[in-house]
């Protein structure tokens, strides 16, 4: 690094030394009494003075298990978050020592680093969260054994509306949970926050699962079940959660990969018919029906075909699918896959009372 290089490091580590941020200050573990008691009496003696004052959000903490349940034991962490500069922040150490800084991030190389701190917005949900529990805020810590990083979602509807969480899996539970996940500190849970009640607005890209998850069982064989209610009886309220949760969940991801955008399109077609949502069912299978003139794939092809043809009673898509699939049924080795697309076709025939005669 020549000198010009690092007198502009030294500019940059100076600029950063007197932005005001919500930084993250921790007390000794073996701390007892209120946490924040230090920092209010220096605080009032500030205001007596008419010196600068600070603002600081200090939330009661306590530990809670896989299944929401609050523990009897201690504080876990003594956790406080102070609005001010780091040099302001050093400068108050001088009169409190035992507030300690967590310890610094590293980021592109030795030269870059930060103490952790929260945004505004990031403080402004805690401080909600923490209302909705009566200002006691349930946190999990970040051990990657326990809380598995998972995707973005928006919570769209009850308390938490507007707020910016993550789906992850919990160790000893049995289904995915809904956090805020503050980088290096905890993870707060967001209770009783059911699939209808958020969208996926980020799938996360590390995840090697996506395939998995749009070929999914309940899925696949819930909207089924409800195209079948919705063409021979009538839908439940089970079979629009169901594909409320496949709208908000799917309908985000955007992937380049042309199976995955196809099994996305096939879900979404089943959900929006099941909902009766007919202007977003129209604009999907226009996309899926170029996605089968584009993929030299038969057996995307056949899936594309044999799926508009279930939701749409279309004689077009009959023969289609009949073309095609009829190809398959003396093969001996069929797929997985292959076998319920054929099982599929042939319970759409009996829901619209067509028979192999009509070819």
């Given at each position: 690094m020549d000198n010009c290089d690092l007198i502009n490091r030294q500019i940059d580590v100076l600029h950063q030394m007197n932005v005001i941020r919500w930084y993250i200050l921790i007390l000794p573990g073996n701390h007892r009494g209120k946490p924040s008691s230090a920092l209010e009496r220096e605080l009032d003696r500030r205001k007596e003075n008419g010196e600068?004052?600070?603002?600081?959000?200090?939330?009661?903490?306590?530990?809670?298990?896989?299944?929401?349940?609050?523990?009897?034991?201690?504080?876990?962490?003594?956790?406080?978050?102070?609005?001010?500069?780091?040099?302001?922040?050093?400068?108050?150490?001088?009169?409190?020592?035992?507030?300690n800084f967590l310890r610094k991030r590293r980021y592109v190389d030795e030269y870059e680093s930060s103490y952790p701190f929260l945004t505004d917005e990031?403080?402004?949900?805690?401080?909600?969260?923490?209302?909705?529990?009566?200002?006691?805020?349930?946190?999990?810590?970040?051990?990657?054994?326990?809380?598995?990083?998972?995707?973005?979602?928006?919570?769209?509807?009850?308390?938490?509306?507007?707020?910016?969480?993550?789906?992850?899996?919990?160790?000893?539970?049995?289904?995915?949970?809904?956090?805020?996940?503050?980088p290096e500190v905890f993870n707060v849970p967001l209770c009783n926050i059911s699939p209808s009640d958020y969208e996926v607005i980020e799938i996360n890209e590390s995840d090697k699962s996506i395939y998995d998850r749009l070929n999914?069982?309940?899925?696949n064989n819930g909207l089924h079940h409800g195209l079948e209610n919705h063409f021979t009886a009538s839908v439940t309220q089970e079979d629009?959660?169901?594909?409320?949760?496949?709208?908000?969940?799917?309908?985000?991801?955007?992937?380049?990969?042309?199976?995955?955008?196809?099994?996305?399109?096939?879900?979404?077609?089943?959900?929006?018919?099941?909902?009766?949502?007919?202007?977003?069912?129209?604009?999907?299978?226009?996309?899926?029906?170029?996605?089968?003139?584009?993929?030299?794939?038969?057996?995307?092809?056949?899936l594309i075909y044999t799926t508009i043809y279930g939701c749409t009673d279309s004689s077009i898509y009959y023969n289609k699918s009949h073309e095609l699939l009829g190809k398959l049924t003396n093969d001996s080795k069929l797929r997985k896959s292959q076998i319920n697309l054929i099982s599929h076709l042939k319970d759409y025939d009996r829901w619209f009372g067509h028979t192999q005669s009509k070819q």
């Open positions: 600068k004052v600070y603002e600081f959000f200090a939330p009661t903490m306590v530990s809670v298990s896989a299944n929401h349940r609050r523990s009897s034991t201690p504080l876990l962490y003594n956790y406080i978050f102070i609005k001010a500069s780091v040099k302001e922040i050093l400068e108050l150490k001088e009169v409190i020592p035992q507030y990031e403080i402004e949900n805690l401080r909600w969260i923490a209302k909705a529990y009566n200002d006691v805020l349930p946190v999990f810590s970040p051990d990657a054994s326990f809380v598995t990083k998972g995707d973005k979602v928006k919570i769209t509807s009850g308390n938490y509306k507007g707020i910016i969480a993550e789906v992850a899996t919990v160790k000893g539970s049995k289904s995915p949970q809904v956090f805020i996940r503050l999914n069982d309940r899925y629009r959660d169901l594909a409320t949760e496949v709208v908000n969940y799917f309908k985000n991801l955007k992937s380049p990969k042309g199976a995955l955008r196809t099994r996305k399109t096939v879900l979404l077609l089943k959900a929006y018919t099941v909902l009766g949502d007919e202007e977003n069912r129209k604009s999907i299978m226009s996309e899926m029906i170029m996605l089968a003139q584009l993929t030299k794939s038969i057996n995307l092809q056949m």
